[in-house]
């Protein structure tokens, strides 16, 4: 968290996810002896993979038509821009694509369950950690985000669309160390819905 909070460049961000997705499956993981922990960790990992493979695609993207991936260069970019809303949807969806991953949006939302499987105090502490730095890369990101109506649609559509599951989902079953990294998706499902 603290790396990403000291980033200057969307490529640095990028790799420091990359970490939080290995450090998920490696501690997810831990009581390997265990069938139900092998798949958790499994899940959990390709799951967030997809995200982060969209996310490496828009990285890309971006690298090619802006030229840095330094976000100060980006923001100027961005001021600047004038990118058909074709590529510009493409491009904004992507980048939304891996933190999505990361704070357990809808449809990338189904590890965060499964990750609940590693040791207890750990697991919690690094899913609210995992979940808080995809939300600041999407804050991060949100000057090249607002190029596109459709991502800023489909950010407050997604982050809606978790708060009202999330709320649904657990709201007959009140086991507490669920309860509060749901009540934390939900919230950030909420605040995403916001910023548009």
């Excluded at 996810?17 to 069938?35: D, I, K, M, N, R």
């Excluded at 609940?116 to 697991?123: I, K, L, R, T, Y």
């Excluded at 502490?125 to 985000?145: E, H, W």
Aim: charged share 10%; net charge negative; glycine share 8%.
């Amino acid at each position: 968290m603290s790396g990403l909070a000291v980033s200057d460049s969307l490529l640095l961000s990028y790799c420091l996810l990359e970490l939080l997705t290995l450090s998920t499956y490696l501690l997810v993981g831990f009581w390997y002896a265990q069938p139900l922990v092998v798949t958790a960790a499994r899940d959990a990992f390709l799951t967030k993979r997809v995200g982060d493979i969209l996310l490496l695609m828009g990285v890309v993207a971006l690298s090619s038509l802006a030229g840095s991936l330094n976000f100060p260069d980006l923001y100027d970019w961005a001021e600047t821009a004038q990118l058909s809303p074709t590529v510009s949807a493409l491009l904004g969806l992507s980048l939304i694509a891996g933190p999505i991953g990361k704070c357990a949006q809808f449809p990338l939302h189904l590890w965060l369950d499964e990750a609940m499987e590693g040791p207890n105090p750990a697991s919690i502490l690094r899913n609210s950690v995992v979940v808080g730095c995809g939300a600041y890369v999407l804050i991060k990101l949100q000057p090249i985000l607002i190029l596109s109506p459709v991502a800023s649609t489909a950010l407050v559509a997604l982050g809606s669309l978790t708060a009202i599951g999330a709320s649904l989902v657990r709201s007959p079953r009140l086991i507490l160390s669920e309860f509060c990294l749901t009540q934390r998706v939900l919230i950030w499902g909420w605040s995403l819905s916001q910023w548009a």
